[in-house]
């Protein structure tokens, strides 16, 4: 009974889950959009300066600094773009801005390894196609009443001694210059710099004035992209984990990690605006990001905008706005930055900047799918694949909670054997619900059975069930990690082996529990479809989801078996 409630709980939150998904996708209405004008530029008390902008946007006015161009507003200029390889990305800078517009991570590629095709592209972080556009912007922005065309904004053309840049065998680190000067005497160099091995892109920008008059402004640096084109088909949709991915901005305050999906950034009360320190702003994929992050000591202000909120694309905005800089002339003063480009490998990133390893969210279960990432971790490390690293954690998890679930199978076993009891006591007191329930309860008292003894172990592994969850669906080892038949375990099963095992586990449990006695007709039948149900379910699932489930079946389903035949044991002996 208690493992029939078991299932029920966990078929009915599942069902529930991805029909709440399902109609969120498809029919959930827009948020209401409040279009702003732009408003005129003029130095705050604070030594900030205000928004100025006149493309429409959700932004809130004191968000932007004058001088930062609208997104798709730029000169007439000629910019070339630039390409730079390292061991581990292959970027394309556009010298309009030094806009970073194209970004392929080459240790990932974006499909799986087979024999048909060993060599599979990069996986593309950054680009600039229209259906998938996500580019990484920077600047500088005047306080003073200069258009915006005249600033060393993310739309000023640059200059660059090469159009070509790669880090060679044996070198550790790669500097890309890039130059602006206006008639004035201003110059800016932007300096992009690389490591090894590394996805860390260090941005430096050196203010020299040249000129007559001292030069006030901000650094700014953005990261702008569109939603992700929707899935194909709805099985496409459920299956393919990338695409049930929710999209998101995201930063961190220094003491505290937020996010905010595209679906509300036209939400008034959700949208970001505000200044604090040790931060960071980044637009998150599944399995990868882009994050621009300020020197630790500073105070930046940070918001995120609509741009084009009302056209069939828009493009989703965040950004960090640095502290007021002041130059004077010919006095020189360098703003500096950091750009992640790269994986959420868990583990590695805090050592980056405080707070990123939380862009892998298991939400309120950190504490328990952390400890559990780690331990699957290192069993990867000793068998060499994670499919077999996810069966030892099943054999672990199953090995530290055995007492737990053997006290709930025994109470299982013994309340199916008092069920011809209790069938006659239905017999006997009929309707009369309040006799049936304290006869019950005086059988159960009599044979010493607690009917709760098997829900204690449920509730106890409730949080780790829950929490290994997470630590599957999202971690990025299991991203084209093949196991036997199996390409891919972060995709589904394509054979659609382990929902059938997990479906004659079910039914091996169905056995072992029969329905118990004056159940109700319609809870007995949803009990005989549930196998059904989990197979179509677990069809959508990733495969190591599905491994761990089926493995975890089994097993529990051999410990039943070995519970109930060791009571049936003991009850023959005792007859005797």
């Known amino acids: 009974m208690n493992q029939t409630r078991t299932f029920l709980m966990f078929a009915l939150l599942a069902v529930a889950y991805f029909l709440f998904m399902a109609w969120e996708k498809d029919y959930a209405p827009p948020a209401p959009v409040a279009a702003v004008a732009g408003a005129t530029s003029s130095a705050q008390a604070d030594g900030s300066v205000p928004i100025a902008t006149t493309e429409a946007s959700t932004a809130t006015p004191g968000a932007t600094p004058a001088g930062i161009p609208p997104t798709g507003t730029a000169s007439q200029t000629t910019s070339q773009l630039i390409t730079i390889s390292t061991d581990v990305l292959n970027l394309t800078v556009d010298t309009r801005g030094g806009s970073v517009v194209h970004a392929d991570l080459l240790d990932y590629p974006s499909l799986p390894k087979t024999s048909k095709q060993p060599n599979p592209p990069p996986t593309t972080l950054l680009d600039t196609s229209e259906a998938t556009y996500f580019v990484a912007q920077n600047g500088l922005v005047s306080s003073s009443d200069t258009a915006p065309a005249d600033q060393p904004n993310h739309q000023a053309v640059f ?3 090469k159009t070509s840049y790669t880090l060679a065998d044996g070198q550790n680190e790669l500097n890309v210059d890039l130059t602006w000067q206006d008639a004035a005497g201003l110059k800016v160099t932007k300096t992009y710099s690389f490591k090894r091995g590394s996805y860390v892109i260090e941005l430096n920008q050196r203010i020299d004035n040249g000129g007559s008059q001292p030069w006030t402004g901000n650094a700014y640096q953005q990261l702008l992209r569109v939603a992700p084109p929707k899935a194909g088909s709805w099985f496409e949709n459920y299956s393919n984990p990338e695409a049930s991915f929710v999209p998101a901005a995201a930063w961190y305050t220094g003491e505290k990690f937020e996010k905010l999906a595209f679906k509300n950034f036209s939400d008034a009360s959700d949208r970001l605006d505000g200044q604090f320190k040790g931060g960071w702003a980044a637009m998150l994929k599944l399995y990868f990001f882009a994050a621009w992050i300020p020197p630790a000591g500073e105070t930046d202000r940070y918001v995120t905008e609509t741009i084009n909120p009302d056209s069939a694309q828009p493009h989703y905005l965040i950004r960090a706005i640095g502290p007021a800089l002041s130059v004077a002339p010919g006095q020189n003063l360098s703003s500096a930055a950091r750009l992640y480009l790269g994986p959420t490998r868990q583990g ?17 279960l950190k504490l328990i799918a952390v400890p559990m990432h780690w331990v699957l971790s290192q069993f990867d490390l000793i068998a060499h694949n994670w499919g077999v690293a996810i069966i030892l954690l099943v054999l672990l998890i199953k090995g530290l909670t055995w007492h737990l679930t053997a006290v709930q199978y025994r109470s299982s076993a013994r309340m199916r054997k008092l069920q011809p009891r209790i069938a006659q006591l239905k017999e006997r007191y009929g309707d009369d619900k309040v006799k049936m329930q304290q006869a019950t309860m005086e059988l159960y008292k009599k044979e010493k059975i607690n009917p709760m003894g098997g829900c204690l172990p449920v509730l106890i592994t409730m949080p780790v069930f829950y929490g290994l969850f997470y630590v599957l669906k999202y971690s990025l080892e299991l991203r084209h990690a093949p196991f036997l038949w199996i390409p891919d375990l972060s995709a589904h099963d394509p054979l659609y082996i382990l929902p059938l095992i997990y479906a004659a586990v079910m039914l091996g449990t169905q056995w072992l529990n029969p329905a118990a006695a004056g159940m109700d007709p319609a809870q007995a039948k949803m009990m005989k479809i549930m196998p059904l ?14 491994l761990y489930y089926a493995v975890n079946g089994l097993v529990g389903l051999g410990q039943q078996w070995w519970v109930t035949h060791h009571i049936d044991r003991e009850e023959t002996t005792k007859a005797a």
């Open 348 to 364: 590695t990133l805090d050592q980056v900047a405080p707070g990123l390893d939380l862009t892998i969210d298991y939400g309120m």
């Open 533 to 546: 149900l989990f197979t179509v379910l677990f069809a959508f699932f990733p495969a190591g989801l599905c």
């Open 159 to 161: 200059q660059s001694a």
